[in-house]
T-cell receptor
Framework: GNSVTQMEGPVTLSEEAFLTINCTYT??????LFWYVQYPGEGLQLLLK?????DKGSNKGFEATYRKETTSFHLEKGSVQVSDSAVYFC????????????FGQGTRLTINP | DTGVSQDPRHKITKRGQNVTFRCDPI?????LYWYRQTLGQGPEFLTY????????KSRLLSDRFSAERPKGSFSTLEIQRTEQGDSAMYLC??????????????FGPGTRLLVL
């Protein structure tokens, strides 16, 4: 079945550091890939997505590129802020029919000033 | 657009009691999903509706769980005879899909259940 493996956390960085959170997936067919973020006390928010190979999703300075050859969708940001502290989830869904999301276990990110 | 709402936000109950959660999706979204998230884990799919039809249920959804979406708008998730293992965050998400186009799911804030 489909699965997502994320870099284990927690991850602690200083403000303005470069961020990478690794995500690899196993899926049949051509899944869509997502990054969701969960701020303390809040629900999941869509951060970015990519629906086909070589697509780059971007939002709020975060980027991730759909790499079919390495089955990866790593999240990057060039300069993190304290406000980026949250839990980040990588997820995939099939296309067509039931598009239920399959999530990784989440990576907790803490940014220190 | 008011977003997906869930009620209650928190529920504490004693083992063996029944509980019911409600989800109000974004207006005109035709799909509604339920997920369960335990501490330190990512959400896991439970079930989903397209309009009022429940089209898929996960093996995680035991006979004690039932979900409805009677008019294709709000949905309820009921857990009968709760067990301590049911303690989790229950998340609802909605989306709009046309034919087989790719959809984006929008999540509510969740209902956190604690079974004592």
């Amino acid at each position: 079945g489909n699965s997502v493996t994320q870099m284990e956390g927690p991850v602690t960085l200083s403000e303005e550091a470069f961020l990478t959170i690794n995500c690899t997936y196993t899926a049949t067919g051509y899944p869509s890939l997502f990054w969701y973020v969960q701020y303390p006390g809040e629900g999941l928010q869509l951060l970015l997505k990519a629906t086909k190979a070589d697509d780059k999703g971007s939002n709020k300075g975060f980027e991730a590129t759909y790499r079919k050859e390495t089955t990866s969708f790593h999240l990057e940001k060039g300069s993190v802020q304290v406000s980026d502290s949250a839990v980040y989830f990588c997820a995939l869904s099939g296309n067509g029919g039931a598009q239920k999301l399959v999530f990784g276990q989440g990576t907790r990110l803490t940014i220190n000033p | 657009d008011t977003g997906v709402s869930q009620d209650p936000r928190h529920k504490i109950t004693k083992r063996g009691q029944n509980v019911t959660f409600r989800c109000d999706p974004i207006s005109e979204h035709n799909r509604l999903y339920w997920y369960r998230q335990t501490l330190g884990q990512g959400p896991e799919f439970l079930t989903y509706f397209q309009n009022e039809a429940q089209l898929e249920k996960s093996r995680l959804l035991s006979d004690r769980f039932s979900a409805e979406r009677p008019k294709g708008s709000f949905s309820t998730l009921e857990i009968q005879r709760t067990e301590q293992g049911d303690s989790a965050m229950y998340l609802c998400a909605s989306s709009y899909i046309l034919a087989d186009y790719q959809e984006t799911q929008y999540f509510g804030p969740g209902t956190r259940l604690l079974v004592l």
